[in-house]
C-alpha cells in the first residue's frame, strides 16, 4: 500500500516540480534536485500512523514470510532487531551491501534453537540454531547480564560484526558493543562468535542444558564457519534478554518509521521516473 500511495505521489510530483509540465515531453529530463524534490515531499505527504502501519505491515510480512513464529522468534522481539537495523542504517553505520539481521534471545531455554539470521531484503531465514551464554549469566537460563570485564557473563543490546581471525576456537568473529553502558565493553572483553562443543544438541542430551561460555555467544561448531562467514563485515546483532532495565538509543520507533518512509518514497520515485 505504502508503494502505491508513493508511485502516485511521485508522479504528480515529479511533473509539478519539473521546469517543464508536461510528463509526456521527452525533451524534458527529470533532474536530481527534481527527484530529491520529489522524495522529500513523498515521505511528508503521508501522516506518521501511515507510515507506521506500513512499516509495521513490512515488519508482519518478512515475519510471516521466513515463519519465524513457527521457529519460535516472537514478533515483539523481532521487531525490535528490525527497528534497530533501521536505525543503524539511518546512521550508516552497517554494511550497505547487506540486509542481514541476527537476533539472539536470551529469555529462551538454552536447549531452544534461540538464534536467527534472517535476511530481510530476501525474507530468508538463513540459520536457527543453538548459542551459548555466558558461566556466570545463568543455567539453563540466562538471568543476569554485564558489561564488565572479567565477570563471564553474557551482555545485552545491539552488536556490529567486525572481522574474522582464527583462534583457539578456529574461526571466530569479533564484535562491536554499540549499546554504551551495556555492551561497549564487548571488543575490550574479547566477546566474540565462535564454535563450540558444548553448543550442540548432543550437549543437551548428556546434560540438560548447552554447556556456557566466558561471555561470548557460542554457536555449534558444525555450522560455525557457514554462519560466522554470513554474518561478518558489519552486520546488527540483537540480543534480547530479561532486564527491564535496558534502553537502547537504537530502539527508537520514531526514527525507524521515518527512515523507512523515506527509503520506500525513494524507491518508488525511482521507479515512477
Not at 529530463?29 to 507510515?51: G, H
Not at 540466562?142 to 578456529?170: C, E
Request: hydrophobic fraction near 40%; proline fraction near 2%.
Amino acid at each position: 500500500m505504502l508503494r502505491v500511495t508513493l508511485t502516485s505521489l511521485a508522479l504528480g510530483l515529479l511533473s509539478f516540480t519539473s521546469p517543464h509540465s508536461s510528463a509526456v515531453d521527452a525533451a524534458a529530463p527529470v533532474t536530481v534536485s527534481d527527484v530529491s524534490t520529489a522524495i522529500a515531499v513523498n515521505a511528508s505527504a503521508l501522516s506518521f500512523s501511515e507510515k507506521e502501519a506500513a512499516f509495521d505491515d513490512h515488519i508482519l510480512d518478512i515475519y510471516n514470510e521466513t515463519n519465524l513464529k513457527q521457529k519460535g522468534l516472537s514478533f515483539e522481539v523481532f521487531k525490535n532487531g528490525v527497528v534497530g537495523f533501521q536505525n543503524f542504517k539511518r546512521q550508516h553505520l552497517n554494511a550497505s551491501d547487506k540486509s542481514i539481521l541476527t537476533v539472539i534471545d536470551f529469555t529462551k531455554s538454552s536447549r531452544d534453537k534461540r538464534l536467527w539470521i534472517i535476511d530481510l531484503k530476501s525474507k530468508k531465514l538463513l540459520f536457527n540454531t543453538l548459542v551459548a551464554h555466558g558461566r556466570n549469566t545463568g543455567e539453563d537460563k540466562a538471568v543476569k547480564f554485564s558489561n564488565q570485564p572479567n565477570s563471564y557473563m553474557s551482555s545485552l543490546g545491539f552488536y556490529l560484526t567486525d572481522a574474522t581471525y582464527f583462534g583457539k576456537h578456529g574461526l571466530s568473529l569479533r564484535l562491536n558493543g554499540m549499546d554504551g553502558k551495556y555492551n561497549s565493553n564487548a571488543m575490550a572483553r574479547a566477546i566474540v562468535m565462535h564454535g563450540a562443543d558444548y553448543a550442540t544438541s548432543d550437549f543437551v542430551k548428556r546434560y540438560g542444558r548447552l554447556g556456557r561460555s566466558l561471555g561470548c555467544p557460542a554457536v555449534p561448531q558444525e555450522f560455525s564457519k557457514e554462519i560466522i562467514t554470513a554474518i561478518k563485515d558489519k552486520t546488527v546483532i540483537y540480543i534480547h534478554g530479561n532486564d527491564s532495565r535496558y534502553t537502547s538509543d537504537y530502539l527508537n520507533p520514531k526514527q525507524a518509521v521515518e527512515t523507512f518512509a523515506l527509503e520506500h518514497s525513494a524507491a518508488a520515485t525511482m521507479a515512477a521516473i
